[in-house]
């Protein structure tokens, strides 16, 4: 591998993995991460840390050149939909207006690749599902607004500049890496397996199950959960594509192309666990579609990338397992 990758939020639950990915791959990575929800401890010791603000030029472009960097994973970013709404410019701000700087960091020291997390939340509540990437987008929050309005940046620069991007469009991502190196390791988690995970190991007493009138099969909502090892690795691929294809820009659904209810879910951490979690059955959180799952044929398409841990008994398990020794690492 010639170069280096420059991976913001690697200190993040998302970007670490990616940095495990890149380096398994035997790629030279410099993160870059401003510590704020991420841990410098979650980044491998094989990668490089810069502590900054993405949108802080001189450290970002310091780093582009004293590493050689030739391609930007780009991870950092605010993630909680709630938020968002209550908070739109942080949104517009951390998301939007941050990766503007980023990417004209990039072109300024002529970087090659560009690779986006972007998100399902930018088709807000489709029509169709499986829902394809020509799926009409209308996200129906800020979080969503301000990762799509990031993918209209990347798809004009790259008109423009010497530079490909690809944006993978994640659904539900979940679980931790199998040989328990990274993790999910932010507090106040709202995500369900997370809190799930919480409640097995006695951090919270219940999971609230928000909406039992959904349109689907038992009427709680029903996602698409992806392994963070898997979404992990198709970015490693994404990059291998862009470097193939110079010319060539790539927007793809993350996800297994299946889905699995709330109840299906927190099943599987009983089954997993031996344990009957308490459930209370609450109402519905404001703007949840019924069924969230990708049509995934583009990604298995472009990339050879094939899921490695497509299993939601997997998914709890590696969850779990990081939950469990995130106790420990708190409890010393
Ligand atoms: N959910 C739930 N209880 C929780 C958290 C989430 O019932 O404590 C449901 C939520 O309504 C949705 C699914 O679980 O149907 C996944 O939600 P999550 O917040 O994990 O991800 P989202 O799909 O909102 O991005």
């Not at 841990?39 to 502590?51: E, N």
């Not at 709630?82 to 410019?89: G, H, K, R, T």
């Amino acid at each position: 591998r010639s170069g280096a990758v420059l991976v913001t939020g690697g200190a993040g639950y998302i970007g670490s993995h990616a940095v495990l990915a890149l380096l398994d791959a035997g790629w030279r990575v410099v993160v870059v991460d401003n510590l704020v929800t991420g841990f410098d401890w979650a980044v491998d010791k094989r990668a490089s840390l810069v502590v900054a603000n993405i949108e802080d030029e001189a450290n970002v472009r310091a780093a582009m050149r004293e590493h050689g960097v030739t391609a930007v994973m780009h991870f950092a970013g605010s993630v909680v939909v709630p938020e968002s709404v209550a908070n739109p410019l942080k949104y517009y701000r951390n998301n939007t207006a941050a990766s503007r700087s980023l990417i004209e960091s990039a072109v300024a020291e002529g970087v090659k690749h560009f690779l986006f997390s972007s998100t399902a939340a930018t088709y807000g509540i489709p029509e169709v599902v499986p829902v394809r990437e020509d799926s009409p987008k209308s996200p129906i929050n800020p979080y969503g607004m301000s990762k799509l309005m990031t993918e209209h940046m990347l798809r004009d620069v790259a008109a423009a500049h010497p530079i490909n991007y690809c944006a993978l469009r994640y659904f539900n991502v979940a679980g931790a890496d199998p040989q328990g190196r990274s993790g999910q390791s932010t507090a106040g988690a709202t995500h369900l397996i997370k809190i799930a995970a919480e409640a097995a190991t006695g951090k919270r007493g219940h999971v609230s199950v928000f909406g039992t009138d959904f349109a689907t099969p038992d009427g709680t909502g029903v996602r698409d959960y992806i392994h963070v090892s898997d979404l992990a690795a198709a970015h490693v691929d994404a990059l291998d594509l862009l470097i193939a294809r110079p010319e060539e820009n790539h927007t793809l659904n993350a996800g297994y192309g299946k889905g699995f209810s709330v109840l299906q879910v927190l099943d599987a951490v009983d089954r997993v666990t031996n344990l009957k979690i308490e459930r209370r059955l609450e109402g519905r959180r404001a703007g949840d579609p019924d069924a969230l799952v990708a049509d995934n044929s583009a990604i298995l398409a472009a990339l050879p990338w094939r899921p490695k841990h497509d299993d939601l008994d997997g998914i709890v398990r590696d969850a779990l397992a990081w939950e469990r020794a995130l106790g420990e690492r708190d409890g010393s």
